[in-house]
């Protein structure tokens, strides 16, 4: 069974495909004569998404405003003193994200990933405390400079959609999820934004080649060449989602003859599982009705909706264009939850078809960051780590793998090596510089696995981890993952004649300075006081509200877990209780249950909340509780 993944200038229709330049309505005021109104979009409409706005003096202006599911949002009054900053936070695919925008008065203002790469090339990091205070910097001549240096970059992007070359991200004409001019543009490139030396800007090309690196004030670094795409129809993308919707909305329609999840497959669709895969359209038709219909160990997934899908790489080299999509369900409930990391589709006579599992092989890649805090220790500072996850599959023949990334000057690095540890291993495991440790060992031929299953690489603290990292951020974020029949990593094993994948890593950690300033949840004073002294009766079940805040942006946190243990898996009798829920929440009810031994306020308690941030990291923050330990010690 196949398993559930849980973890720029307006333009009219050309006569071809894309939009052409033909003038537009920036700056126009909207209905209200001192209001702004706008789109909000990823590329398809964000997902229970809601505006806030504040003025130049960081009093808010308005809050709570929800965007419609179509990606725009109302008429919306101004009041208090010029310039204003936007932000809207809601789903983009499974991650929950917060984006920003900028206002120097009425008219129309959309926010998408290109506004909010602008306010931060414009004002410095993009975090919550950009809508705090005073506006600083920010204002319509820095944005104005910080626009010119995208359009720059999006040079060859603008011109192979048609669109101006000085298109304004923040009051062009768009449509979200229409697929075509502005909309497009958000389709065919990544945007992602981070801090290392300086605040930086990335953007990675969905259809087309390369990677480009801005920073404010400095030469760009790389650049992105735009793939021909005549004939590639986006939007006929969300017809095939639409289908899809229809066929899993109960198990009568997904077996449908006629309107079924058969009708939407391509006919060397493919499921990849632990066993064998499953190919062809009628035995993924199948398995696909088998897997959401659930399990003694899953909910029926029956009556979810699927969000109109973000747009991954495409593939144009060959005879049929084939794209990765997105694929994340949003239940009866509103709950968002992602299937897998790697669908896609294909492009047959003018329709897209669903093709299961886009490789042969399903690899995953994604980044973590963590960080551990002693409560009521003034003498012990927080502590960090990062880490990359390879999850690559242990197939009958599978001995080794290579994953390499490229360096900011193009030529391959290799991260990591994989080995198999034991016969018997659903995953590679990590090739260490001993059986004891998680230090990746880059020799092929030194070196021993730890355990099985045992994918993650710790990247090192200071120079050597930023190393790794800046490469991602100037070279691109795809990894080539190449397999070897032989423990010595010699010899090529091609599976179903491919020895070598492209991967794109979820997310990318950190650089060790910028760790302390992510958006970790604060505990508040009355949560972390309740975890101090909290008690539990042997053999009684009790609660914990935990509490928080994010002084440095929002994080979609959307699980916690309570833990007498600092290595407490999930169902081992260490972990009295667990929660999952939407990341807007600030707050949870905890319920534990009942143990044999009793739980005194001097006892070990460990609260985690988990999350992820919009690019995918997920991020874990443990906060620890253990008074009987010295000042200045780690919690045992």
């Known amino acids: 069974m196949h398993k559930t993944r849980l973890i720029v200038g307006a333009g009219c229709l050309s006569a071809t495909f894309f939009l052409t330049a033909c003038g537009g309505s920036s700056g126009s005021s909207p209905a209200g004569a001192n209001a702004i109104s706008g789109t909000v979009a990823v590329g398809v409409p964000m997902t229970d998404a809601t505006l806030r706005v504040v003025d130049a003096t960081g009093a808010v202006v308005a809050d709570g405003v929800i965007v419609a599911a179509d990606g725009t949002y109302p008429d919306t009054a101004l009041t208090g003193p010029a310039p204003y900053r936007l932000e809207v936070c809601g789903y983009s695919g499974p991650n929950y994200t917060c984006l920003h925008s900028f206002a120097d008065g009425p008219g129309t203002v959309n926010v998408t990933p290109l506004t909010h790469a602008a306010v931060l090339l414009a004002a410095g990091p993009v975090d919550g405390s950009v809508m705090d205070g005073a506006i600083g910097a920010l204002d319509a001549n820095s944005v104005q400079g910080a626009q010119e240096l995208l359009q720059q ?15 304004d991200f923040i009051s062009g004409e768009l449509v979200a999820g229409s697929r075509i001019g502005y909309d497009f543009l958000l389709d065919s490139v990544g945007v992602t934004t981070g801090v290392d030396t300086q605040p930086f800007v990335q953007i990675t090309p969905r259809v087309g080649s390369g990677n480009l690196y801005l920073e404010s004030g400095a030469a760009a670094v790389g650049e992105i060449n735009a793939a021909v795409t005549g004939g590639l129809s986006l939007p006929a993308l969300d017809t095939l989602f639409q289908n899809l919707s229809g066929a899993i909305a109960s198990a009568n329609a997904c077996s449908d003859p006629v309107t079924g999840i058969r009708g939407q497959l391509a006919a060397d669709a493919r499921l990849n599982t632990e066993a064998e895969p499953v190919i062809g359209a009628e035995a993924v038709a199948l398995a696909l009705c088998d897997m959401f219909a659930g399990n003694e160990e899953e909910p029926p997934l029956f009556g979810s909706r699927l969000l109109s899908p973000n747009l991954g790489r495409c593939d144009l080299s060959g005879p049929l264009p084939r794209c990765r999509v997105s694929f994340v369900l949003q239940g009866e409930t509103g709950t968002i939850q992602p299937v897998s990391d790697g669908f896609g589709v294909v492009l047959e006579n003018g329709a897209w078809k669903f093709l299961g599992d886009a490789d042969a092989v399903s690899i995953y890649a994604s980044a973590r960051a963590q960080r551990s805090q002693r409560l009521a220790d003034d003498v012990l500072p927080d502590s960090y780590a990062r880490a990359l996850a390879f999850d690559i599959p242990a197939l009958p023949g599978v001995e080794c793998a290579q994953v390499l990334q490229p360096s900011a000057g193009g030529g391959p690095v290799t991260v990591a090596w994989f080995k198999r540890h034991a016969t018997e291993q659903e995953r590679l495991s990590l090739w260490a510089i001993d059986a004891f440790s998680n230090i990746r060992s880059l020799d092929p031929a030194v070196g021993a696995t730890r355990s099985t299953d045992d994918t993650w690489v710790a990247l090192p603290q200071g120079a050597d981890g930023d190393a790794v990292i800046r490469n991602f951020y100037r070279g691109g974020r795809t990894v080539t993952v190449r397999l070897f029949g032989d423990s010595a990593c010699t010899t090529p094993l091609p ?16 650089v060790w300075s910028a760790l302390t300033g992510l958006p970790w949840p604060e505990l508040t004073d009355t949560a972390s006081l309740a975890l101090q002294t909290l008690t539990v009766s042997a053999g009684e079940a009790s609660t914990y509200l935990a509490a928080w805040a994010f002084p440095n942006g929002t994080l979609g946190i959307d699980g916690a877990s309570f833990c007498t243990s600092g290595s407490c898996a999930d169902g081992t009798p260490e972990r009295l209780g667990q929660a999952d829920f939407a990341p807007g929440a600030t707050s949870v009810v905890l319920s534990l249950q009942a143990t044999e031994m009793p739980l005194s306020a001097d006892h070990y308690k460990q609260l985690s909340l988990y999350g992820r941030t919009g690019d995918g990291v997920g991020m874990q923050s443990n906060i620890v509780s253990c008074p009987l330990v010295p000042a200045g010690e780690f919690c045992q």
């Open 495 to 510: 599976v179903e004649g491919q020895s070598e994948f492209q991967v794109d890593v979820e997310g990318v950690p950190p």
């Open 153 to 167: 970059g999006l040079a060859d992007v603008l011109s192979n959609a048609g669109l101006a070359p000085d298109l």
